[in-house]
């Protein structure tokens, strides 16, 4: 085992802020790194712009010592987008001209947009560039599946759900009746602000219903908006929580709401749904593929401040409905979402590439033939 070669996977510190954070922490807490010839190299952390800089050479210093020792298999890197993108194809275009296998594990549902409204023609031609030419390209939801495919050459693209926490519903019964809880990064683009705008029409209904916002990002002007609508009683910014809180608030909440423009798969909507609580949230990304309308929550169109307002007032009006979707949430988690399923699909992934590393010379170049008919062959592999 001492002369296996390792998988190197690139990511944001576990203790970071975000959903790949999160991911991470659940690999690990699911024992993928004890199974798996895992070296985790952290290319991104919270704090000042000196400590990241300086945790990105390292892990980049790190990775081509193991590759020039010829010690990697597979370079595995967890992406977002805008600098995440960039900064993870640095690692990815060593890779590649070392002929190491390489997967892009794109998680983020702002992806398109990134790329559609950020990206010059350059820009553009290079992210198309990167998502032709490593071996896998791994998504998140089956909408982002189909938009890669679509939008580059890339023949194996294999979609990853995101691992559900599981963990007992104890204090579900003693609920607040009128809490709402929102997880996330505070801002526009999660629908921040049309949920405090909602809360508005709430609070005229339920006058002590109380949001939560929890999360890094925008507090400041999230904390403008509540003063300036007078909703300093019914709306609170917790900031960043950590898992323990988080976990506390999910079991008093009575619904979790995610008004997002934009989503992959979100590890908030998921950790809901594990709890038995229902969810009001945008009709984006993979958010329907978790969600089906009317049964695990409700879901309207980004930007609809209206329809937010009316879905929350109905689940806090209907405590039957809620508790109803409540447990077809967790149902759905228990039967898709589970770590030891999704995590499973990873490692097929990780022994699809093994053996065809074994069976061959080093790849000199881009994925070619049918690796999704491979995938599906060595999955059904390892459950026999």
């Not at 970071?16 to 659940?26: E, F, L, N, P, Y």
């Not at 892009?104 to 559609?116: A, V």
């Not at 949920?195 to 999360?215: E, H, K, N, Q, Y």
């Not at 890094?216 to 019914?234: F, P, R, T």
Request: with cysteine; hydrophobic share 40%; aromatic share 6%.
């Amino acid at each position: 085992m001492r002369n296996e070669k390792k998988i190197v996977m690139l990511g944001t510190k576990a203790d970071a802020c975000g959903g790949i954070a999160s991911v991470i922490r659940q690999y690990e807490i699911n024992g993928l790194f004890e199974r798996q010839p895992i070296i985790y190299l952290p290319t991104h952390c919270t704090g000042c712009r000196r400590a990241k800089c300086k945790l990105f050479f390292s892990a980049l210093v790190q990775m081509v010592k193991l590759i020039l020792q010829g010690r990697v298999a597979i370079v595995h890197a967890h992406v977002a987008c805008d600098t995440s993108f960039w900064r993870k194809s640095l690692f990815l275009i060593i890779a590649y001209i070392c002929r190491v296998p390489t997967i892009l594990h794109l998680h983020s549902g702002h992806f398109p947009d990134f790329y559609r409204e950020r990206c010059g023609r350059l820009s553009k031609a290079l992210v198309r560039l990167m998502l032709n030419n490593v071996q896998h390209v791994a998504v998140v939801s089956n909408a982002l599946n189909a938009w890669i495919r679509a939008m580059s050459k890339q023949t194996s693209v294999v979609t990853i759900l995101n691992p559900a926490v599981i963990c007992d519903t104890a204090g579900s019964a003693a609920r607040d009746a009128h809490t709402l809880l929102f997880l996330g990064h505070l801002g526009r683009a999660k629908g921040t602000y049309d949920l405090i705008r909602a809360m508005s029409a709430v609070t005229r209904t339920f006058p002590d219903a109380t949001l939560l916002l929890c999360g890094d990002g925008d507090v400041k002007g999230s904390d403008q908006l509540i003063a300036q609508l007078s909703l300093d009683e019914h709306v609170k910014t917790l900031g960043w929580v950590d898992p323990e809180t988080r976990l506390n608030l999910l079991r008093k909440a009575s619904v979790c709401v995610l008004p997002s423009y934009a989503e992959g798969l979100p590890m908030s909507v998921l950790e809901a749904m594990a709890q038995e609580v229902p969810v009001v949230a945008t009709r984006v990304g993979g958010i329907p593929e978790a969600i089906t309308h009317g049964c695990e929550g409700l879901l309207i169109e980004p930007g609809d401040v209206s329809a937010l307002a009316d879905s929350i007032v109905r689940l806090l009006n209907r405590p039957g409905e809620r508790k109803r979707m409540g447990q077809a949430g967790r149902a759905k988690v228990e039967n898709t979402f589970m770590a030891d399923k999704t995590i499973s699909t990873l490692e097929t992934l990780y022994d699809q590439i093994k053996q065809k590393s074994a069976r061959s010379r080093p790849n000199r170049g881009p994925c070619t033939g049918s690796p999704t008919n491979e995938l599906h062959a060595a999955q059904a592999e390892r459950e026999q």
